[in-house]
């Protein structure tokens, strides 16, 4: 456990020890939602490194246009990483999409999910804590996707369309599908 809570450039910086250690010089970086975050830091510290980024669910950090209040304080909860009932009933409500209709999606990522202790999760939240990547997003050069769920609750479309217009290589898609698409659609 850190002494002190990590920044983004940390576990960047952290990611790119991981691969020279893996022997891997050039490698095409994704993240989803929070890591989303990290992505964008990782392809503005080592742009050599990250040949191309994808961004799924995710947003510039605290510049995001924010979901609705309520939502955002069931995901913020770390209840829903250790009451499994918990994630089932607030599932359809934080990740909007296929999580609305279909139960199985629901008790399959809530059966799925492993907690973390309170101060790992902690750690988490306080990581991004008055971060954003708006002011240096145009000096990203790597091919960009920008991928989001057109009925997203947490993060909404608009901070998808924000990133696509500030990043100059970038495309955006918009799937008709919520937060976590990703699960919900994998082909």
Not at 5 to 30: E, I, M
Not at 31 to 44: C, D, E, M, P, Y
Not at 117 to 126: D, E, I, K, V
Not at 141 to 156: A, E, Y
Request: aromatic share 8%; charged share 15%.
């Amino acid at each position: 456990m850190p002494a002190l809570p990590y920044r983004p450039a940390t576990l960047a910086r952290l990611a790119k020890h991981l691969l020279d250690h893996l022997g891997h010089d050039k490698v095409d970086v994704s993240g989803v939602s929070w890591g989303g975050g990290l992505a964008q830091q990782f392809a503005k510290q080592y742009p050599r490194i990250c040949r191309k980024l994808v961004l799924v669910s995710t947003s510039s950090g605290w510049t995001m246009v924010p979901g609705k209040p309520s939502v955002l304080s069931k995901m913020g909860s770390i209840k829903r990483y250790t009451d499994k009932g918990y994630m089932r009933s607030i599932a359809a409500e934080i990740y909007g999409g296929a999580f609305r209709n279909d139960d199985t999606l629901i008790i399959a990522h809530a059966d799925g999910m492993r907690p973390s202790s309170n101060a790992g999760y902690m750690l988490q939240l306080l990581a991004m804590t008055g971060w954003t990547s708006v002011p240096w997003l145009w000096r990203l050069r790597q091919p960009t996707l920008v991928l989001s769920g057109t009925d997203d609750p947490l993060i909404p479309a608009t901070n998808a369309r924000l990133l696509a217009h500030l990043i100059p290589n970038a495309q955006l898609e918009l799937v008709d599908d919520g937060h976590l698409f990703v699960l919900s659609l994998p082909n």
